[in-house]
């Protein structure tokens, strides 16, 4: 009913830049909270920046300063620019969209596949 595609990761160096995209389509009445997590090896799935759909935003303690999520009401797509990354932001990240169905008026959370960021240093 739902897919978000996202793109945009790769290899960087230390002190790089990235910005990952993710876009949701299919039967889709509005989208609340969209946002952005990861997973590193061997560690739980944590969440990284939450956009609501006002545009109020929470970031991740280790990531203020550096990382700045948007999105795009129209596209259904939200953003993340990344800076100043570290060895430490490889991970595999993942978008999170709370959506309400065409088809029913209920929230439901959908995820995207994942897409590597590595950080070398």
């Known amino acids: 009913q739902v897919q978000l595609v996202e793109s945009g990761g790769g290899l960087v160096q230390a002190g790089g830049s990235l910005r990952l995209s993710c876009a949701a389509s299919?039967?889709?009445?509005?989208?609340?909270?969209m946002g952005w997590y990861r997973q590193a090896p061997g560690k739980q799935r944590e969440p990284v920046a939450v956009?609501?759909?006002?545009?109020?935003?929470n970031y991740a303690g280790t990531v203020k300063g550096r990382f700045t999520v948007s999105r795009d009401n129209v596209k259904n797509t939200v953003y993340l620019q990344m800076i100043s990354l570290r060895p430490e932001d490889t991970a595999v990240y993942y978008c999170?969209?709370?959506?309400?169905?065409?088809?029913?008026?209920?929230?439901?959370?959908?995820w995207g596949q994942g897409t590597q960021v590595t950080v070398s240093s």
């Open positions: 299919g039967s889709i009445f509005s989208i609340n909270d």
């Open positions: 999170k969209a709370k959506v309400v169905l065409m088809a029913q008026p209920t929230e439901f959370d959908y």
């Open positions: 956009i609501t759909s006002g545009g109020s935003t």
